[in-house]
C-alpha cells in the first residue's frame, strides 16, 4: 500500500527534533560551540535537499529513501505534457496558476 503525503509540510527544526548531534564525531571535533554544530549539520542537510530536487527536476529522475522499518519514501516527477496538459487543465488540475507570472512548466 502506498502512501502520499502530497500537501504535507514542516520545517526544519521540525526534522532534526531527536537527531543524535553528539554522534557526528568529525563535526564535534571541528566545532566546539553546540549551536553552531547544528546550523552546519542542518545546512548541509538543506544543501543536500535542494540538490536532490534539482536532480528530479532537471534529469527527470528519481529519488528512493530506502526504507526504515516499515516506511520508505520516494520524490519523482511525472512530466505533462501535449494531449494529457490539455485534459488535465480542463479538468482544473492547474487552477489557480498563473503561467506567464511563474514561468509554470507542468511537472
Given at each position: 500500500?502506498?502512501?502520499?503525503?502530497?500537501?504535507?509540510?514542516?520545517?526544519?527544526?521540525?526534522?532534526?527534533?531527536?537527531?543524535?548531534?553528539?554522534?557526528?564525531?568529525t563535526l564535534c571535533k571541528i566545532i566546539k560551540d553546540k549551536?553552531?554544530?547544528?546550523?552546519?549539520?542542518?545546512?548541509?542537510?538543506?544543501?543536500?535537499?535542494?540538490?536532490?530536487?534539482?536532480?528530479?527536476?532537471?534529469?527527470?529522475?528519481?529519488?528512493?529513501?530506502?526504507?526504515?522499518?516499515?516506511?520508505?519514501?520516494?520524490?519523482?516527477?511525472?512530466?505533462?505534457?501535449?494531449?494529457?496538459?490539455?485534459?488535465?487543465?480542463?479538468?482544473?488540475?492547474?487552477?489557480?496558476?498563473?503561467?506567464?507570472?511563474?514561468?509554470?512548466?507542468?511537472?
Amino acid at each position: 500500500m502506498k502512501r502520499y503525503a502530497l500537501g504535507w509540510a514542516c520545517n526544519l527544526n521540525d526534522l532534526f527534533v531527536r537527531f543524535p548531534y553528539e554522534k557526528c564525531v568529525t563535526l564535534c571535533k571541528i566545532i566546539k560551540d553546540k549551536y553552531a554544530r547544528r546550523r552546519k549539520i542542518k545546512q548541509v542537510f538543506r544543501e543536500g535537499i535542494k540538490a536532490v530536487l534539482n536532480d528530479v527536476i532537471e534529469n527527470n529522475a528519481s529519488f528512493k529513501v530506502p526504507p526504515l522499518g516499515y516506511y520508505g519514501g520516494e520524490i519523482h516527477l511525472e512530466r505533462c505534457e501535449g494531449e494529457d496538459f490539455i485534459k488535465a487543465k480542463k479538468l482544473g488540475k492547474f487552477k489557480g496558476i498563473d503561467f506567464l507570472e511563474t514561468n509554470f512548466t507542468a511537472y
